[in-house]
């Protein structure tokens, strides 16, 4: 049976705390081969940098949201990762605090080339509990 990678996509407002978890669930899993895709809206990327630096690698994917306008660039990336199967254990995938986390879901749920080399896991959604109504 042919591996498929695992994906985890990390999802939530500007200043949730998406980078902090990540942080902490690089630490956790210090012994995996964790490929991280940081997405920024920005030509700069902040995240990446306050990263930990046990990652086996970050790519970034900056100047657009890549829940649209680097959807493609998404493909490519996955392309990419895909040679290397055998050097990652899974993928963390950070989206910038405007991106529709579905849109990115569907590409792992919906497109068959992706399908078929990689598996969804989960969405994890940070909230600022300050922000929460009950």
């Not at 990678?5 to 899993?29: D, E, M, R, S, Y």
């Not at 809206?41 to 990263?51: F, R, Y």
């Not at 080339?113 to 969405?123: H, M, S």
């Amino acid at each position: 049976m042919k591996k498929k990678i695992p994906v985890h996509i990390i999802t939530g407002f500007l200043g949730a705390g998406k980078t902090t978890f990540l942080n902490h669930f690089l630490k956790i899993q210090e012994n995996e081969k964790i490929v991280v895709i940081e997405n920024e809206i920005g030509k700069i990327n902040i995240d990446g940098a306050s990263l930990v630096s046990s990652l086996s690698h970050i790519v970034e994917l900056t100047a657009g949201c890549i829940c649209c306008s680097l959807n493609d660039e998404l493909f490519d990336v996955l392309e990419e990762l895909y040679v290397k199967k055998d050097d990652i254990d899974r993928i963390l995938i950070e989206t910038t605090g405007i991106a529709d986390p579905g849109a990115i879901a569907a590409t792992f749920l919906n497109h068959p080339a992706v399908i078929k080399d990689f598996e969804l896991i989960n969405v994890i959604a940070i909230v600022d509990a300050h922000f929460i109504e009950i």
